[in-house]
């Protein structure tokens, strides 16, 4: 069973960034830290993706990740908070990045940071 994540789970873009974390509800906390419920995570920032800026065509155009896009999957089918599903150590998603002219670059979670408490 996943994990779920809170304030102090680390996310990152694939190249590295790490997202702006906050929660919007404090009802429920593991290790002090309050859970991350759907909706948590739209348009959050994204701080130090490495992707360096190039200009646009001919050649191929990269921008660096900023901002959260949107969550693709892993939010709790049992588990909620404030009738929001909790997000679990599967969340993952897409970003405001370009890279090689590909968009919607992918973000995901590298660390959970608690062990306490798991769901579906």
Do not use: F, Y
Not at 30 to 39: D, H, I, K, S, T
């Amino acid at each position: 069973m996943p994990k779920v994540i809170t304030q102090q789970s680390t996310l990152k873009c694939a190249h590295g960034g790490t997202l702006t974390l906050s929660a919007s509800q404090s009802k429920l906390k593991v290790g002090g830290a309050a859970v991350l419920v759907a909706g948590d995570l739209d348009g959050k920032s994204i701080s130090v993706c490495p992707t360096p800026t190039t200009p646009p065509p001919p050649g191929p155009v990269n921008k660096p990740c900023t901002t959260v896009a949107g969550v693709i999957a892993g939010t709790s089918v049992r588990l909620k908070v404030g009738g929001k599903a909790v997000l679990l150590e599967t969340v993952a998603g897409t970003t405001d990045g370009v890279l090689a002219n590909v968009p919607a670059q992918p973000w995901s979670v590298t660390s959970a940071n608690q062990s306490k408490l798991s769901t579906v």
